[in-house]
């Protein structure tokens, strides 16, 4: 079960309504002391219906959650997700297939364990059957199910009780921003005033703050309005369900995060702002309308512009051929630099390829793409991708006024660390003395599992996450700082690296001078930037690389005013409307920042001068950003230093779970590493086309002027494959 809130619904429901005692559910929210009483009654026979989330089963063994009770049924419920249309939003679902197969043969982690034989049934109201986009044969091919139709349930997508009210205005003004949001607060008054709950969907979370704030200023009567999305704290988006479910709020204004699994009787309309993805998504959503009511209402407002947005989701979520390629030359370094096929990091050790809010999604996806491909080509495992336990190693400094208290009650968990060293940095300008930074205390890497299972039973997983990295989890008068481990390796030496560096900060430097002398701040292309860093650093370099180059100067979004505060981040990227293809992307220079990258980066390379035993390495320990937040100079100029191969470097810690993977033919992953050919993603390219062709059908279903009826035929035919027409 993907959603927290599904599953308290459920497991509400069913015991409410239907009397049945035996259920639970086991997630994050609940203590330590909370998941073992229900593990406990799990296993001793209380309840026999356990709804997880995909990411607590892939944690651990099965055995540990049923003891020697046997496994009657498996359910995936939402299991569209486990499809290439859900990589974006879940990637833990994309486990599941090697997971339940392994569980079946009892080889998960543990050699000789029981076999499990159990059906599996898989439930989604979200997917189409045949066709160019089957999502059934990807469901069945991603999970290693055996299906005939004798077990195939095909329900009716037809809902005749919702009729579709797609209004084309014309646009009065200038900006189709401007009129998209006069039309939506005009709907919401509209509902307010006939007493009408309704859901408003937007693409993004900025559209509902524009919404929100333009009818507090024109229409401050209207209340009753409620918010809901990803980045609220769950106790905002509790009440704000509880409030719309009741109906002491009419309307409820978010994005897609609300509307999975929601099962509210008495909505009367939907409304979209723009539509947020296919034409299932838009299904999808609609169908949150007269659940248990005679009628509902499908509404929208829209604009031949409007389907841009549902493109610029997909491009600001979406991975790219160039970031898998360079997946395979990271893999490809850390085995040649190990000798090991098996292999443990943090999802930041790829940090530099994508941005900080996503990393772990990203680089798990990426992994499962590169997966996916090369069994496709090689028609066996090159690499095996498996997701590892809720922590990954942390790393801490213990003041030296506390660490023999700290030691005296959490020693047993704690593991001094040796390779911590002060670092030199020097003078910002010349003449400047340097500076000697030592850390406050000693390093230790700390078992955090271990300390939550013993220690703190009565705290949430997910309180107990937040109050480590705060500082805030353990009781002494000085605060234990958590780090994340940076390890820069010199293979070729310090000095060489160093020069190299000096002249790339240089050209890199020339060509945003360049830029930003031609430009003004006005829009760039990648073409423009890779051809004055060709000139500027006078040494041919792959197109991939220049664009990672560009791309660790960039911040991502719709509204770009907000610069980030890192002093590296000052390019503005966006997608044009049209497309969302890597040579239609914006790009403008924002603010002062870009003066001073080749002085910033020359100073940082001094600061990562070796300081291990061996002379060939730098070790340092720094702090872990806040969620969401950019790492630090050192980062990035360990991830320069990688990208061109001046030397390689490793994230160890952080806030994301680890991830395995297992190399199993180094040789091919070495060769594709070394290849000049330019590489291409088979499953990537396939998500491509299904986004181009989402598009189309949107544009078309929005356009054109069709009876109710016409709509659901359409619809019907969608899901079913035909959708040539």
């Given at each position: 079960c993907?959603?927290?809130?599904?599953?308290?619904?459920?497991?509400?429901?069913i015991?409410?309504d239907?009397?049945?005692?035996f259920?639970?559910?086991?997630?994050?929210?609940?203590?330590?002391e909370e998941r073992r009483?229900?593990?406990?009654?799990?296993i001793?026979?209380r309840?026999?219906l356990?709804?997880?989330?995909?990411?607590?089963l892939?944690?651990q063994e099965?055995?540990?959650?049923?003891?020697?009770?046997?496994?009657?049924l498996?359910?995936i419920?939402?299991?569209?997700?486990?499809t290439?249309?859900?990589?974006?939003?879940r990637?833990?679902y994309?486990?599941l297939?090697?997971?339940?197969?392994?569980?079946?043969?009892?080889?998960?982690?543990?050699?000789?364990?029981?076999?499990h034989?159990?059906p599996?049934?898989?439930?989604?109201?979200?997917?189409?059957?045949?066709?160019r986009?089957?999502?059934?044969?990807?469901?069945?091919s991603?999970?290693?199910?055996s299906?005939?139709?004798?077990?195939l349930?095909?329900?009716?997508?037809?809902r005749e009780?919702?009729?579709?009210k797609?209004?084309?205005?014309?646009?009065k003004?200038?900006s189709?921003k401007?009129e998209?949001?006069?039309f939506?607060?005009?709907?919401i008054?509209?509902?307010?005033?006939?007493?009408e709950?309704?859901i408003v969907?937007?693409?993004?979370?900025?559209?509902v703050d524009e919404?929100d704030?333009?009818?507090?200023?024109?229409?401050p009567?209207i209340?009753?309005v409620?918010?809901?999305?990803?980045g609220?704290?769950?106790?905002?988006?509790d009440?704000?369900y509880?409030?719309?479910r009741?109906?002491?709020s009419?309307?409820?204004?978010?994005t897609?995060?609300?509307g999975?699994?929601?099962?509210?009787?008495?909505?009367?309309?939907?409304?979209?702002?723009?539509?947020?993805?296919t034409?299932a998504?838009?299904v999808?959503?609609?169908?949150?309308?007269?659940?248990?009511?005679?009628?509902?209402?499908?509404?929208?407002?829209y604009?031949p512009?409007?389907?841009?947005?549902?493109?610029t989701?997909w491009g600001?979520?979406?991975?790219?051929?160039?970031?898998?390629?360079?997946?395979?030359?990271?893999?490809?370094?850390?085995?040649?630099?190990?000798?090991?096929?098996?292999?443990l990091?943090?999802?930041?050790?790829?940090?530099?390829?994508?941005?900080?809010?996503?990393?772990?999604?990203?680089?798990?996806?990426?992994?499962m793409?590169?997966?996916?491909?090369?069994?496709d080509?090689?028609?066996f495992?090159?690499?095996t991708?498996?997701?590892?336990?809720?922590?990954?190693?942390?790393?801490?400094?213990?003041?030296?006024?506390?660490?023999?208290?700290f030691?005296a009650r959490?020693?047993?968990?704690?593991?001094?660390?040796?390779d911590?060293k002060?670092?030199?940095i020097?003078?910002?300008y010349?003449g400047?003395?340097e500076?000697?930074?030592?850390?406050?205390?000693?390093?230790f890497?700390?078992?955090?599992a271990?300390?939550?299972e013993n220690e703190?039973?009565?705290?949430t997983?997910a309180?107990?996450?937040?109050k480590?990295?705060?500082?805030?989890?353990?009781?002494?008068?000085?605060?234990?700082?958590?780090?994340?481990k940076l390890?820069?390796?010199?293979?070729?030496?310090?000095?060489s690296?160093s020069?190299?560096m000096a002249?790339?900060?240089?050209?890199?430097?020339?060509?945003?001078?360049?830029?930003c002398r031609?430009y003004?701040?006005?829009?760039?292309?990648?073409p423009?930037f890779?051809?004055?860093f060709?000139?500027?650093?006078?040494?041919?370099?792959?197109?991939?690389y220049?664009?990672m180059?560009?791309?660790?100067?960039?911040y991502?979004g719709?509204d770009?005013?907000?610069?980030?505060?890192?002093?590296?981040k000052?390019i503005?990227?966006?997608?044009?409307?049209?497309?969302?293809?890597?040579a239609?992307?914006?790009?403008?220079?924002?603010?002062?920042?870009?003066?001073?990258?080749?002085?910033?980066?020359?100073?940082?390379m001094t600061r990562a001068?070796?300081n291990s035993?061996?002379?060939?390495?730098f070790?340092?320990?720094?702090?872990v950003?806040?969620?969401?937040e950019?790492?630090?100079?050192e980062?990035?100029?360990?991830?320069i230093?990688q990208?061109?191969?001046f030397?390689?470097?490793?994230l160890?810690?952080?806030?994301?779970p680890q991830?395995?993977?297992?190399i199993?033919d180094?040789?091919?992953?070495?060769?594709?590493?070394?290849?000049?050919?330019?590489?291409?993603?088979?499953?990537?390219?396939?998500?491509?086309n299904?986004?181009?062709?989402?598009?189309?059908?949107?544009n078309a279903f929005m356009?054109?002027?069709?009876?109710?009826d016409?709509r659901?035929?359409?619809?019907?035919q969608y899901?079913l494959?035909?959708?040539?027409?």
């Amino acid at each position: 079960c993907p959603l927290i809130a599904l599953m308290h619904d459920q497991v509400k429901e069913i015991q409410e309504d239907h009397g049945v005692g035996f259920a639970t559910y086991i997630n994050s929210e609940l203590t330590f002391e909370e998941r073992r009483n229900r593990i406990d009654g799990i296993i001793d026979g209380r309840y026999s219906l356990v709804y997880l989330s995909p990411e607590l089963l892939l944690s651990q063994e099965l055995s540990n959650i049923v003891g020697d009770r046997k496994i009657g049924l498996f359910v995936i419920d939402e299991a569209h997700l486990v499809t290439s249309w859900g990589r974006d939003f879940r990637v833990d679902y994309w486990f599941l297939g090697d997971y339940i197969n392994k569980v079946r043969r009892g080889t998960y982690r543990k050699r000789n364990t029981t076999e499990h034989r159990f059906p599996v049934l898989c439930l989604t109201a979200t997917a189409v059957y045949n066709g160019r986009d089957d999502v059934i044969g990807d469901l069945e091919s991603s999970l290693r199910l055996s299906c005939d139709s004798n077990h195939l349930y095909i329900g009716y997508v037809r809902r005749e009780n919702i009729e579709f009210k797609i209004r084309r205005p014309e646009c009065k003004g200038s900006s189709d921003k401007a009129e998209k949001t006069e039309f939506t607060a005009k709907a919401i008054g509209e509902f307010v005033s006939h007493n009408e709950k309704s859901i408003v969907y937007f693409p993004f979370v900025s559209q509902v703050d524009e919404v929100d704030n333009y009818l507090k200023s024109t229409t401050p009567e209207i209340k009753k309005v409620e918010r809901y999305n990803s980045g609220m704290h769950s106790l905002e988006k509790d009440g704000a369900y509880s409030r719309f479910r009741s109906s002491e709020s009419l309307i409820m204004m978010c994005t897609k995060a609300f509307g999975m699994g929601v099962n509210i009787p008495d909505v009367l309309n939907v409304y979209h702002y723009a539509p947020t993805g296919t034409l299932a998504d838009y299904v999808q959503e609609i169908g949150r309308a007269a659940r248990k009511l005679d009628k509902g209402y499908a509404i929208t407002d829209y604009l031949p512009s409007d389907m841009r947005y549902a493109r610029t989701l997909w491009g600001l979520s979406g991975l790219r051929h160039y970031q898998i390629h360079e997946i395979i030359r990271k893999l490809s370094s850390l085995y040649q630099a190990k000798r090991c096929r098996n292999m443990l990091f943090s999802p930041e050790t790829f940090s530099y390829l994508f941005d900080a809010k996503s990393v772990d999604q990203k680089v798990k996806s990426g992994l499962m793409v590169l997966s996916s491909d090369l069994l496709d080509k090689y028609h066996f495992n090159v690499i095996t991708v498996r997701a590892k336990n809720l922590f990954a190693a942390q790393f801490a400094v213990i003041p030296k006024e506390i660490e023999g208290a700290f030691l005296a009650r959490y020693g047993k968990y704690c593991k001094r660390m040796n390779d911590s060293k002060p670092r030199k940095i020097p003078g910002r300008y010349s003449g400047d003395s340097e500076e000697l930074i030592t850390l406050v205390g000693d390093v230790f890497d700390i078992q955090l599992a271990e300390i939550w299972e013993n220690e703190f039973e009565d705290v949430t997983f997910a309180q107990f996450k937040y109050k480590f990295f705060s500082g805030e989890l353990f009781d002494f008068q000085e605060k234990i700082s958590p780090k994340i481990k940076l390890v820069i390796s010199y293979d070729d030496g310090y000095n060489s690296a160093s020069e190299k560096m000096a002249r790339l900060a240089d050209a890199v430097q020339r060509t945003f001078n360049d830029i930003c002398r031609k430009y003004s701040g006005r829009d760039f292309s990648f073409p423009d930037f890779h051809s004055r860093f060709q000139e500027n650093y006078g040494e041919k370099t792959r197109t991939e690389y220049t664009r990672m180059l560009l791309d660790i100067f960039c911040y991502e979004g719709t509204d770009t005013y907000e610069i980030p505060s890192e002093q590296w981040k000052f390019i503005a990227k966006r997608w044009k409307a049209e497309q969302t293809k890597n040579a239609d992307v914006k790009y403008s220079i924002r603010g002062q920042k870009y003066s001073y990258i080749a002085r910033n980066l020359k100073r940082n390379m001094t600061r990562a001068i070796p300081n291990s035993a061996d002379e060939k390495r730098f070790v340092a320990y720094l702090n872990v950003p806040k969620k969401g937040e950019c790492y630090s100079y050192e980062q990035l100029t360990a991830s320069i230093l990688q990208l061109f191969g001046f030397a390689s470097y490793e994230l160890i810690g952080g806030r994301n779970p680890q991830v395995f993977v297992r190399i199993n033919d180094p040789l091919k992953l070495q060769r594709l590493a070394e290849s000049k050919r330019e590489y291409k993603n088979r499953v990537l390219s396939e998500i491509e086309n299904r986004h181009k062709r989402a598009v189309a059908i949107m544009n078309a279903f929005m356009r054109l002027e069709l009876s109710n009826d016409t709509r659901w035929n359409i619809i019907e035919q969608y899901f079913l494959g035909h959708d040539e027409d």
